[in-house]
T-cell receptor, first 114, second 113 residues
Framework: AQSVAQPEDQVNVAEGNPLTVKCTYS??????LFWYVQYPNRGLQFLLK??????LVKGSYGFEAEFNKSQTSFHLKKPSALVSDSALYFC????????????FGTGTRLTVIP | EPEVTQTPSHQVTQMGQEVILRCVPI?????FYWYRQILGQKVEFLVS????????KSEIFDDQFSVERPDGSNFTLKIRSTKLEDSAMYFC???????????FGPGTRLTVT
């Protein structure tokens, strides 16, 4: 069975500093990994995905994620945090079935402090 | 930019009543999904739908739930007899045939009293 762990419920970072939101996964087969962001009272917005290829994946709003197979991790990063990045971030993995439904982590609340 | 839309944004209903949540997926997408998020918890998969039939469903998606694509644009989730524990945010998502990422609607907040 697939699983995703986001070990930090809350991450605080000062504006302008680099940010990292952690995610580790456990899958059978090749991992298809995703990051989504949820702003208050909004739906989930797709940020980026790793399917295959380069381990460093670039996505929307300046975010990137590094796929590390040996550590089974897919951490979300951004070189310089903005106050507007404050939101709830979800890591997800494609579930094993043919319909490609997503299995989500518990989410990490990122707060960027001005 | 095309987006998934959902109506209503908030639905309040009494326990035992039927509710229908509506979604309009992105027009050229082929795969459709419902997820729910109980307040403060993670997003959980309910059901996927392709080619006019259910592809997969979770344990949550019991006989009280059903989905339908009544026409070429709408995708609906029906809960036949709502329970208090059905209170949650329900998200619709869609996916194109050649991509893996799903695009989510803004959600419908269902409150069962």
């Amino acid at each position: 069975a697939q699983s995703v762990a986001q070990p930090e419920d809350q991450v605080n970072v000062a504006e302008g500093n680099p940010l990292t939101v952690k995610c580790t996964y456990s899958v059978s087969g090749n991992p298809y990994l995703f990051w989504y962001v949820q702003y208050p009272n909004r739906g989930l917005q797709f940020l980026l995905k790793y399917i295959t290829g380069d381990n460093l994946v670039k996505g929307s709003y300046g975010f990137e994620a590094e796929f590390n197979k040996s550590q089974t991790s897919f951490h979300l990063k951004k070189p310089s945090a903005l106050v507007s990045d404050s939101a709830l971030y979800f890591c997800a993995v494609r579930d094993g079935g043919g319909a490609n439904n997503l299995f989500f982590g518990t989410g990490t609340r990122l707060t960027v402090i001005p | 930019e095309p987006e998934v839309t959902q109506t209503p944004s908030h639905q309040v209903t009494q326990m035992g009543q039927e509710v229908i949540l509506r979604c309009v997926p992105i027009s050229n997408h082929l795969y459709f999904y419902w997820y729910r998020q109980i307040l403060g918890q993670k997003v959980e998969f309910l059901v996927s739908f392709y080619n006019n039939e259910i592809s997969e469903k979770s344990e949550i998606f019991d006989d009280q739930f059903s989905v339908e694509r009544p026409d070429g644009s709408n995708f609906t989730l029906k809960i036949r007899s709502t329970k208090l524990e059905d209170s949650a945010m329900y998200f619709c998502a869609s996916r194109g045939g050649l991509s893996y990422e799903q695009y989510f609607g803004p959600g419908t907040r269902l409150t069962v009293t």
